[in-house]
């Protein structure tokens, strides 16, 4: 860490002062040579996280190339403001200026997609970084690295360490010559970062878990809603942030909505994450699974009910797969809004459906967790998609859908999901110093 925050220090002076253009046009090479190695990324980015390879192909990569180009567009349009004092004969405007060595410290379960979402505005603003991608899942950061020399991205600008958190995450987060660190993960280790910063001042951008509701109310369009909450549960096997864990169904068709998702749920195919056909492929690691079953157990003890998935269907799996980290999508039913499983953020392919009567409760039950990252309604009143939505504590609400998003648009959380934005206006002004300059005629 210490060599790379040197690194990038002595790369800053010369990165900083390349205009906006130049900056823009490194950033499209590097998504090209990305893009034109797409399966190679996908192929390792499945192997590594254990995502279906479907799924690495469709989203992960495609949006790693997609941040590159964004944000090389962004950086060109950002205009800054200026305004005149006739009174006293000045002119005042506001200059955006790089800050310095950014520290980015990304997760497993998206690897290169998150990382590059951070890297590709840090360094169009004129930052230099060090970044530090998951132990978990570093290999497509390593091979992002080895095509930074060819997309022509100077020495020292972007520098990647391989290391656990303890050690070169907490070496990063305290070097005084990092004043900024992006950091998404847990709320837990966000606790330690911000700790451990508080010392040098540094400005923070943590984009942390979630417990992400889904409303159903009594009017929603099922035959939409219910491949689509499968997807919000299920996908990349719940290790996604906003992946839905609580489900919300009005009670005049909670009967119904149960009975059709957990027939959906059961089709849902788990095995080799190489295999096309696959909905969902195998968690991070072995401690990880245990800890995801627990919660299934937790809940049973108390006495909720599995519907399907762990503990009551039977996993059957290829004889080489046999000892990989799989689990069934996993529904539970007649659980209490105060239990762990409703709490507590799980991170893995397990969700809670129960029943809710009125409007107002729902959105005081809905809010009664830690967090507030994202939050989904079915409904087709638009009265009342646009009441709940506002009254969701939460940093972003998809109305009829999800995981739709304007790269433009403000994304982070509320309450124990986070602190700050991110986006093109907002990674923008985390990643600059803003400079008010006061000129006399």
């Keep these: 860490v ?18 906006p253009l130049e900056r823009s046009q490194i950033l499209n090479k590097l998504a090209d040579l990305i893009e034109h190695d797409l399966e ?11 995502k279906t390879i479907t799924f690495a192909r469709t989203i992960d990569i495609p949006r790693a190339v997609y941040n590159f180009r964004f944000f090389a567009s962004s950086v060109l349009h950002h205009t800054t403001e200026c305004s005149e004092m006739t009174t006293v004969g000045c002119v005042n405007y506001t200059l955006r200026t790089p800050v310095g060595v950014a520290g980015l410290i990304s997760p497993w379960n998206l690897p290169l997609y998150l990382l590059t979402w951070k890297i590709a505005p840090a360094i169009a603003c004129g930052n230099t970084v060090v970044a530090k991608p998951s132990e978990m899942t570093s290999v497509t950061a390593w091979m992002m690295c080895k095509l930074l020399e060819k997309a022509g991205v100077p020495p020292g600008v972007v520098n990647v360490v391989f290391g656990t958190g303890s050690k070169a995450g907490e070496a990063l987060v305290c070097h005084p010559d990092v004043p900024v660190i992006s950091f998404t993960g847990s709320t837990l280790t966000a606790q330690r970062i911000t700790e451990k910063s508080a010392p040098h001042c540094k400005r923070l951008s943590l984009e942390l878990g979630g417990k992400n509701p889904a409303i159903v109310f009594d009017d929603a369009d099922l035959t939409q809603c219910i491949p689509t909450t499968l997807r919000s549960s299920f996908a990349n ?11 919300f169904v009005q009670r005049g068709i909670y009967n119904e909505f149960v009975k059709r998702f957990v027939a959906e749920a059961k089709k849902w195919k788990v095995g080799n994450p190489s295999d096309p056909t696959v909905n969902m492929g195998a968690l991070i690691s072995k401690e990880h699974l245990e800890k995801v079953k627990n919660y299934v157990k937790k809940a049973q003890a108390e006495g909720a009910r599995v519907l399907c998935g762990e503990g009551v269907d039977s996993l059957v799996l290829l004889a080489d797969n046999q000892k990989g980290y799989f689990m069934l999508p996993t529904v539970i039913a007649e659980v209490k809004d ?9 991170f893995g392919p397990v969700t809670c459906v129960v029943a809710f009567d009125t409007e107002e409760e729902v959105i005081e039950r809905a809010n009664c967790v830690k967090y507030g990252l994202a939050a989904t309604v079915w409904s087709s009143n638009v009265g009342r998609v646009h009441r709940v939505a506002r009254k969701l504590q939460s940093g972003l609400v998809w109305t009829n ?33 803003v ?7």
């Design 435 to 441: 400079k008010t300059i006061t000129i006399k005629h």
């Design 40 to 50: 190679e990324f996908a192929q390792a980015e499945s192997k590594d996280q254990g």
């Design 237 to 247: 096997q719940g290790e996604i942030c906003l992946c839905t864990s609580r489900i």
């Design 338 to 346: 105060e239990s762990k499983c409703m709490q507590e953020e799980i």
């Design 2 to 19: 210490e060599l790379a925050v040197k690194a990038a220090k002595a790369a800053f002076p010369m990165w900083s002062s390349k205009s």
């Design 401 to 433: 859908c999800w995981l739709v998003r304007d790269l433009n648009l403000p994304f982070g959380g509320m309450k124990a999901s986070g602190i700050g934005r991110e986006g093109a206006k907002d990674s923008y002004e985390f990643f600059t110093d």
